[in-house]
Structures are given as C-alpha cells and as structure tokens.
C-alpha cells in the first residue's frame, strides 16, 4: 500500500525554525517527485514546493522562497521541509503529495495525512 | 502566476441532484487541471486528471470537461459521500489551486 506520513509539526514561536518530515511507504520513492501543500486553518490549499526525483529540480512558491528548503534522502525513502523564519501567517497543515511521475510536473496521485504547524507566540 | 477561480464558493444540493462546479484559469492550461475532493479533517483525494480522465476508483458519475481556460466538474446523481469540498488544480506552469466549492446538503 502506498503511504505518506508526516511529522515534525508543533507549536512554534515567530522567527522560529522547523523540520518537517515525511515518510514514504509501498512504492519506490527515488522514481517520484515530491512536493509539499499546506492548508491554513479554515482556508484553501496552497502549493509550497517541488522536488524531482534527484533534487536536480526544486521550485518553491513566492510565499515561502528564501524562508524553506525542500529536501529529500531517497536512500531512506524520505522528504524533508527545512522551514525558517517562520510567521503567524504560515500556521496550516502541512501535506507531503506525491507527483504520478518522476519526469516533470503532474497532477498529485496520493497524498499524506498531514501534520499541523502553529506559528504563535 | 496562474490564477484559479472557482465557481460556485458554496453549493447546495440533495441526494439525486447533479451539480457542476466550474474552474477558469487566468491563462490557457491546455488540459493540465486536475480535480481533488476534500472532507474535513481529511487528505485532498484525487479524482480527475488530465481535464478529463477519471482516477482509478473514482466512481464512473464523476465528470470532467474543458481545455484551455474553462473547465467543468459534473456529479451525475449525488450520493452521501459526495458532500465535500472540492479543489481544481492546473500543473502546467507549477502548481496553483482554485479557492475551492463547498458542496453542501441541502
């Protein structure tokens, strides 16, 4: 069975910093790209970044550029989201999906459960 | 940035009804829109691809048309289960979703 789990989602103060991980189960995760999509509270998705399957490609959206870094370790099935300077206005849930193919951008086949940022002091 | 607007925000509707919410995008996509269901407290499910071709599982009374800069999701006969929110999504430029329609029971 293909599964995404998230983690790493806690309280944090703004300025703060946080890593969030997500673990890949059931398919071989070195052959998909990746992406991280976050919900706030009450509101819409919203796409935060894409990794290719060798991180040779990386896009990130205008709100988050400059402040997180998407990653991943395909050795130990895993991608990451290295979140700094963090702001109340990134307070959601954050999703890892999975892109139906590992050659270029396409539409998300699964996706995790999620796992909740809170950005306050 | 390509925008994504939905319409209607907010539908109201009974079992047996067919409804269909609409997608426009602010600059041609070809057919790169997908379409995902949502309910709460739970991960967005895919269930069109491609503008029309329906994900595996997804029940047959899930329809999907259009190209370019409009498009449309249809469900033929609602059932219980389809009371949910529901997103487009375009990847041909990145990634951008629509603001999403609630489809509510009526």
């Known amino acids: 069975e293909v599964q995404l789990v998230e983690s790493g989602g806690v309280l944090v103060q703004p300025g703060g910093s946080l890593r969030l991980s997500c673990a890949a189960s059931g398919f071989t995760f070195s052959s998909f790209g990746m992406n991280w999509v976050r919900q706030a509270p009450g509101k819409g998705l919203e796409w935060v970044s894409y990794i290719s399957t060798s991180s040779s490609t990386i896009y990130y959206a205008d709100s988050v550029k400059g402040r997180f870094t998407i990653s991943r370790d395909n050795a130990k099935n895993s991608l990451y989201l290295q979140m700094n300077s963090l702001r109340a206005e990134d307070t959601a849930v954050y999703y890892c999906?999975?892109?139906?193919?590992?050659?270029?951008?396409?539409?998300?086949?699964?996706w995790g459960q999620g796992t909740l940022v809170t950005v306050s002091s | 940035d390509i925008q994504m607007t939905q319409s209607p925000s907010t539908l109201s509707a009974s079992v047996g009804d067919r409804v269909t919410i609409t997608c426009r995008a602010s600059?041609?996509?070809?057919?790169?829109l997908a379409w995902y269901q949502q309910k709460p407290g739970k991960a967005p499910r895919l269930l069109i691809y491609?503008?029309?071709s329906l994900e595996s599982g997804v029940p047959s009374r899930f329809r999907a048309s259009g190209s370019g800069t409009e498009f449309t999701l249809t469900i033929s006969s609602l059932q219980p289960d389809d009371f949910a929110t529901y997103y487009c999504?375009?990847?041909?430029?990145?990634?951008?979703f629509g603001q999403g329609t609630k489809l509510e029971i009526k």
């Open positions: 600059q041609s996509i070809s057919s790169w």
């Open positions: 491609k503008a029309s």
């Open positions: 999906a999975r892109v139906n193919n590992g050659h270029t951008i396409d539409y998300f086949d699964c």
């Open positions: 999504q375009q990847y041909y430029s990145y990634y951008n």
